[in-house]
């Protein structure tokens, strides 16, 4: 009995939205970016942190709420809410890897040195 209610309950967890540290980036070309001076990408790494940022936040808020609803209801509520973000946060990510990989192709100023915001750990 022990071994079934463990065994429902991991499988809950399952469900869960991923803390976002665990999103990991997906793939973007470089070419995106190919266009663009290290001014130009300079600015585009500033407004793309800005929105990994926020989605860095909700992701957080997501996996804490889905922690606490599967531990009070049993069920993950992200789903139900839609706020589980981790598709996009993975884009966003994988953005900002493109972007940084481009600067140090060109040799930029900074490149190479994470400027990536802390809250994404």
């Known amino acids: 009995m022990?071994?079934?209610?463990?065994?429902?309950g991991l499988a809950l967890l399952a469900g869960c939205?991923?803390?976002?540290?665990?999103?990991?980036?997906?793939?973007?070309?470089?070419?995106?970016?190919?266009?663009?001076?290290?001014?130009?990408?300079?600015?585009?790494?500033?407004?793309?942190?800005?929105?990994?940022?926020?989605?860095?936040?909700?992701?957080?808020?997501a996996h804490k709420t889905d922690t606490w609803g599967v531990l009070a209801l049993g069920v993950p509520l992200s789903e139900m809410t839609g706020s589980d973000v981790a598709g996009v946060l993975a884009r966003e990510k994988g953005k900002m890897e493109a972007i940084q990989r481009m600067q140090v192709a060109k040799s930029c100023p900074g490149a190479g040195v994470a400027n990536v915001p802390a809250t994404l750990d």
Do not use: W
């Open 2 to 8: 022990k071994r079934i209610l463990a065994l429902s």
């Open 17 to 61: 939205a991923s803390s976002p540290k665990d999103v990991k980036p997906s793939y973007v070309p470089d070419t995106a970016y190919a266009s663009m001076d290290c001014q130009q990408l300079g600015q585009e790494e500033l407004k793309e942190g800005d929105v990994l940022e926020g989605l860095t936040n909700k992701q957080r808020r």
